[in-house]
């Protein structure tokens, strides 16, 4: 093996392992790794230009843009409260209806905001009934990652897989995805009842004051409300014919991000720019340059020449193999790094014979959605739920979470594997 190659692999181990322990803020981490890969000269600087996705960053940005504007009308403590009161304040109809807003949320906004977003209000709901957050929170970061596996922009790598594979369309994960998160969260609501309605009871007296909460309170300008809508919905039927358009999904989300701003003036583009997750933006930029060297290096190639000889070409096996590797290794690893390593090996495979290589998207954008359950250090949403529990003062421990989140993903799991077998492998 080349110097340049282990000093690539050699890097790359060293910046996952310090990823992981979450000693030093990842984005610094990350910024460091692919700069050392530039300064070293494993990978010139417009190569690792070349390899960042803009695809991506924009396509984050401009989503991250459009729903902070719509945060600031109240829409989603509105849809929060009307559950709610859905529900007649029981607490766990309102556990199971914030965890299918949650989901749905996710496929169409991305499971970090929707969380974001989602948080605040629980704690709302469930100091006024005098219950736990814990278990609302706990089915909120579940329906958060079952439900962006559903579509391109509900998860982090999906963004990735859609933006590196041109003919996987929006529509193509909805076709595909949706079936399977649908059906697994269909699974998982019961369970939920089974798992937390003990944990959740209150009395009659807090159910009727969640009753008395004023909805149309909470909307705080009509007027913006419109305009966020009408964007949002322009956008989203955007990113449906975004094919037909012959325009990238980022194209898409930027031009609705600018078009709400366009419309809502000037006061709020400050605002709306300061809210995006730039360390999350500039997380992605280190990742990128640095798996560029080890593309470049050929350390990539020759891991999907040793995948290949594992499986011996076999699409089935290879599928599984990818499906539940990246599920285990997204459990305990965050799935935005994996994703990136993983994206150009299976593009190498195709080079090494396997023509067809939808089946084996399909079953990382699974592995990797479905595998973040697997612990609360699984995927950014999970991190981030914990974080805003804690400072609340309902810290939700590793192994707590891991108790209910393991088992889970493991079943999930299970049933992606039947789903991506019997559609794609006979």
Same mark, same amino acid.
């Given at each position: ?9 050699? @890097? ?16 610094? $981490? ?11 000269? @494993? $990978? ?6 070349? !390899? ?10 401009? %989503? ?12 989603? +403590? ?9 529900? +007649? ?25 929707? $969380?974001?977003?989602? *948080? ?10 005098? #219950? ?41 994960? @909805? #076709? =595909? ?20 309605? +003990? ?61 709400? &701003?366009?419309?809502?003036?000037? !006061?709020?583009? /400050? /605002? ?16 990128? #340059? ?25 699409? $089935? ?15 305990? &690893?965050? =799935? ?8 150009? %090996? ?41 974080? %805003?529990?804690?400072? /609340?003062? !309902? ?13 889970? %993903?493991?079943?999930?799991? #299970?049933?992606?594997?039947?789903? *991506? ?6």
């Amino acid at each position: 093996m080349e110097q340049q190659a282990i000093w690539a692999i050699g @890097i790359f181990l060293i910046i996952y392992a310090l990823i992981i322990s979450e000693k030093i803020h990842r984005t610094i $981490v990350a910024m460091i790794g692919g700069g050392l890969m530039v300064t070293l000269g @494993i $990978v010139n600087q417009e190569t690792a230009i070349h !390899h960042i996705d803009f695809n991506t960053l924009g396509l984050l940005v401009g %989503m991250m843009i459009i729903v902070n504007i719509t945060a600031d009308t109240g829409l989603f +403590k509105y849809i929060s409260v009307v559950a709610a009161k859905q529900a +007649k304040g029981n607490p766990v109809r309102i556990l199971i209806s914030l965890s299918l807003i949650t989901a749905v949320g996710s496929a169409f906004l991305d499971n970090v905001t929707t $969380v974001l977003l989602m *948080v605040p209000i629980t704690f709302s709901i469930t100091r006024q009934l005098q #219950v736990s957050p814990i278990p609302f929170l706990i089915t909120q970061i579940i329906a958060s990652n079952v439900g962006g596996t559903a579509t391109l922009i509900g998860d982090p790598p999906n963004i990735m897989i859609g933006s590196a594979v041109k003919e996987l369309t929006f529509m193509s994960f @909805i #076709v =595909n995805l949706a079936p399977i998160a649908i059906l697994i969260m269909a699974v998982y609501v019961p369970l939920f009842l089974l798992l937390f309605r +003990k944990q959740i009871q209150t009395t009659a007296e807090l159910k009727n004051s969640v009753m008395k909460m004023d909805e149309k309170e909470v909307i705080t300008d009509h007027k913006l409300l419109r305009k966020c809508l009408t964007v949002l919905g322009l956008t989203i039927l955007g990113f449906f014919l975004h094919q037909l358009l012959h325009l990238e999904s980022a194209t898409v989300a930027l031009a609705g991000a600018f078009l709400l &701003l366009l419309l809502t003036g000037e !006061h709020t583009m /400050e /605002e709306a720019f300061a809210k995006v997750e730039w360390m999350t933006i500039f997380f992605f930029i280190g990742l990128f #340059v640095l798996v560029s060297g080890l593309i470049e290096t050929g350390v990539i190639a020759q891991l999907a020449e040793q995948a290949m000889e594992l499986t011996e070409g076999n699409i $089935v096996i290879t599928s599984m193999l990818i499906l539940w590797l990246s599920a285990i290794a997204s459990a305990f &690893l965050d =799935n935005i790094p994996f994703v990136a390593t993983m994206i150009p %090996m299976i593009q190498e495979m195709g080079q090494m014979g396997i023509s067809n290589l939808e089946p084996l998207w399909w079953s990382l954008a699974l592995g990797a959605c479905l595998g973040g359950n697997g612990s609360l250090i699984g995927a950014s949403a999970n991190l981030i739920v914990a974080g %805003m529990s804690g400072k /609340e003062g !309902h810290p939700i421990t590793f192994v707590q979470y891991l108790k209910y989140g393991f088992p889970l %993903m493991l079943l999930s799991v #299970v049933m992606a594997s039947v789903y *991506v077998y019997l559609r794609y492998l006979i």
